[in-house]
Each structure stands twice: as structure tokens, then as C-alpha cells.
């Protein structure tokens, strides 16, 4: 069964607006965005222009805000102040100038993060869009909270900001699901190098939350004195992505292209989008790390495997052996990707008694898979969601938080797995 793929290539990063950008450059209809919108209940006006980067045609989009005369003083006030230091306080995209979640007098007429979450789960959005706008919040929120040093619920936003922010996080997932798509796949991140000016003062690049959103992620160097990737771009990427790798096996059916600001130099300020159709199965590549051992203690397997997962491996097995000299042992196999291989290498020197292992590279057909985040009357549960070559959906609770609901309620846990399936299938249909 065909499904729709989407391919970004971020080799000059992403921002909210270049990832709109992108979507509307690929056939993405502007008025229906907009319909998709109009729940969230804002003022804003959304302006989508055609520009050129660097000789290529791209969409450049900007969230317009109605700004109060107290909140352009103060805006111009942080402009001289960062001019003064020979700074651009909107560099790159309208995004990070925004995203503030400092206290104090100036933010007397921004919005906490736990404000723009009520009004988002009161939003009569589709299940699918209000789920994964209020993930790339929450991540967003909690990259802030963690660089400040203050909880997620007072993370703070400026008034303007927070608009531009919720419209960009919200459309992101509107404009997904009007264009069904079924897979995001993510180049590495290019990211850029220098300084920006912010309302906190001089911040180096990349901004302190956006670093701490790439955490985990794959990333490479710009090599341009700017900010490539502002932090809303980076909550984005974190959240819709369902793999970072090449451009993956498809039939390419168009090409798009998502602005940020004009910059000078060699590298075009574009987000580069790729929808296509992909056939039958999804493929990918895997490196199968193995080693036999005949002298691991059984009950140290449970540490190495916790350690093996922490460090991004894909799976984990123990098999029974019976080795050389009739010694009982163990194979332990691991699948990762291959740029986990050396790390994951590492944890079984490091963890285990093997003195060698064994790598070997293989294809690996899997079924479409995305995962959705369901509030239960336990609490939330993540799903995985895994669609059949015939159409078939199937619904996955994952055994951790089901496990959580179980012992924090007392209420068996095949039953909160059965009920959150459940759960799941009647609110994908609505």
C-alpha cells in the first residue's frame, strides 16, 4: 500500500516558518491552513510571500501579530540595546526573537506555557493535530525550563511571541495531516556558529534550547556565522521526525522550498522539502553488533541492556548457546543504526566480559509506524501506531506507561492495555 513520504533536507536547518514555508511550496493549500487554524481563536495574519535565496524560488512566511504601542516600545528598546552590541535581535527567523522564558516586568503581557496549553487542548482541533501540536510544545517548553532553570508550567513566552509560536507549532501539524502524510524523514541538522542578541542579553550558537533540543540527534556544521536553527525549528524537527537519514526509497512527486531571512554567503537560507509515494514496505539499513560469551553473569543482563538502550540501540537479545568445550552461553545481539554503531560497541566492551564483537550491516523492511500520545483517566500513555500492508491499523500501548497506569490506579494491567487500545482506535477514527 502506497502511503505519502516526506523528506526535509535541512543542510541550512529549520524554522517554524521555513517548515510552513516548505508545506505551502509543496501544494499545501494556504486557505485550507488557515480553516485549520481559525479553532485556535488568535489575531494573527499570516503572510505568505515568494522570494528568491541564493537563485532558489522559495516561500517565505511571516506571522503578523497586532503589536500594543507599550509592546513596541519595548521591542524597540531591546532593537537599540542589541544594535548597541552589534547585534540583530531577529536574526535569522522571526522565531527566536520571540521565544522568551525569562521573568520579570517586561513580560507582564506574555503567556506561560501552561496557558498555551489549555488553550490548545480547549481548541476544537482534530485529535491527531491537538496531540502532536501539544508534543512539540512540550518539548519546546521543556528545553526552555531546563536552560533557565525554572519549571515547565512558568516557562514564559512574550505576547507577540507566544502567537507566532503557537501558529507555527499548530500549523506544522495541521499542514501534515491535510497533506497525509504518513512518514517525516530528516537529513542531519546543519547548524551555525557566533552569537545572536535576545532579550537575555548576547546567547552564543546555537541557542541554548535549541542545543538542548538536538540532544540525541544527528547534527553537522553550516559553517555559516549565523543562526541556521532557532529553537520552535529545532521542537519541530525533534517531534515529527521518524527517523533522520538520507533521502529514503520513494517516487518523488515534488519539490519544495521553505525561506527564512535573506543572508548573505554561500549557503542558501532554504529548507528543501521532498514529498513522495513510497510502495510496499518502508526499508532502511541496520547494523546487527554481536558477541557470544560464555562466562556473563544472567542477572547483570538486565544493567547492560538498560545501558545498550539509554545509548540508542533499535533492540536487544540474549540468546542461549551451548559454546565450545560444551560451556553453556549467551549471544547478545543488538540492532542499531549504523551511526550508533561505535557508542553501542563501547557499552559491551565497557559493560560486559566480550573481548570482540562482530558487526555486520543488513536491509531491514519494517511496516509504517508513527506514535500518538493518548490522555487516559490514568494519565498519559504513548501508542505506537502500526498500519498493515493490507490497511489494517493496529494499536500499541507502550508496556512502560501502561505499567505506570497500572500501579498507580490497581487496575490490571492487561486491562489498561486493552482500554488504552481501545482508546486509541475509537479516537483515531473520530
Not at 34 to 50: A, I, M, Q, S, W
Amino acid at each position: 500500500m502506497a502511503r505519502r513520504v516526506l523528506h526535509l533536507d535541512a543542510f541550512s536547518g529549520a524554522a517554524g516558518n521555513m517548515f510552513i514555508g516548505a508545506l505551502l511550496d509543496l501544494g499545501l493549500s494556504r486557505k485550507a491552513l488557515l480553516e485549520g487554524l481559525e479553532p485556535l481563536g488568535l489575531d494573527f495574519k499570516l503572510v505568505v510571500k515568494k522570494v528568491q535565496r541564493s537563485g532558489f524560488a522559495a516561500r517565505y512566511v511571516d506571522v503578523k501579530v497586532p503589536v500594543s504601542a507599550k509592546q513596541k516600545k519595548a521591542e524597540a528598546k531591546a532593537h537599540a540595546h542589541a544594535h548597541a552590541k552589534g547585534h540583530d535581535a531577529h536574526d535569522h527567523d522571526h522565531d527566536h526573537a520571540h521565544e522568551d522564558d525569562g521573568h520579570g516586568d517586561a513580560h507582564s503581557h506574555g503567556r506561560r506555557y501552561k496557558e498555551i496549553r489549555q488553550l490548545i487542548k480547549k481548541a476544537k482541533l482534530k485529535p491527531a493535530v491537538k496531540a502532536r501540536s501539544l508534543e512539540i510544545f512540550e518539548a519546546l517548553a521543556k528545553a526552555e525550563a531546563k536552560v533557565h532553570g525554572t519549571t515547565v508550567d512558568d516557562v514564559h513566552f512574550h505576547e507577540v511571541g507566544a502567537v507566532d509560536a503557537i501558529v507555527d507549532v499548530t500549523a506544522a501539524a495541521v499542514g501534515l495531516d491535510l497533506m497525509k502524510i504518513g512518514r517525516v524523514t530528516c537529513s542531519p541538522i546543519a547548524v551555525g556558529y557566533g552569537t545572536i542578541g535576545s532579550a537575555h542579553g548576547i546567547l552564543p550558537l546555537p541557542a541554548p534550547a535549541t542545543l538542548e533540543l538536538l540532544v540525541g540527534l544527528p547534527t553537522l556544521p553550516a559553517g555559516v556565522e549565523w543562526e541556521t536553527l532557532t529553537p520552535t525549528g529545532a521542537a519541530i524537527l525533534r517531534t515529527v521526525v521518524d527517523e533522520f537519514c538520507t533521502l529514503p526509497a520513494m517516487t518523488i512527486e515534488r519539490v519544495g522550498y521553505g525561506a527564512g531571512n535573506d543572508r548573505k554567503g554561500r549557503l542558501p537560507n532554504v529548507l528543501r522539502a521532498v514529498l513522495g509515494q513510497a510502495d510496499g514496505f518502508e526499508g532502511d539499513r541496520v547494523v546487527c553488533i554481536e558477541t557470544n560469551l560464555d562466562d556473563l553473569v544472567p542477572e547483570h543482563f538486565d544493567y547492560l541492556m538498560e545501558r545498550l538502550f539509554e545509548e540508542g540501540a533499535l533492540d536487544v537479545s540474549l540468546q542461549t548457546l551451548q559454546m565450545k568445550k560444551n560451556r553453556p552461553g549467551f549471544l547478545v545481539r543488538v540492532l542499531a543504526t549504523p551511526q550508533d554503531k561505535d557508542r553501542l560497541a563501547r557499552v559491551l566492551f565497557a559493560e560486559s566480559t566480550a573481548i570482540g564483537v562482530r558487526v555486520a550491516e543488513w536491509d531491514r523492511l519494517i511496516l509504517e509506524r508513527t506514535s500518538i500520545r493518548l490522555k487516559t483517566e490514568w494519565g498519559a500513555v504513548r501508542v505506537k501506531v502500526i498500519r498493515g500492508p493490507d490497511g489494517r491499523v493496529d494499536y500499541s500501548p507502550e508496556y512502560d506507561d501502561c505499567k505506570k497506569c497500572a500501579k498507580k490506579s490497581g487496575v490490571a494491567l492487561r486491562d489498561v492495555v486493552a482500554q488504552v487500545a481501545a482508546q486509541a482506535r475509537a479516537e483515531q477514527k473520530t
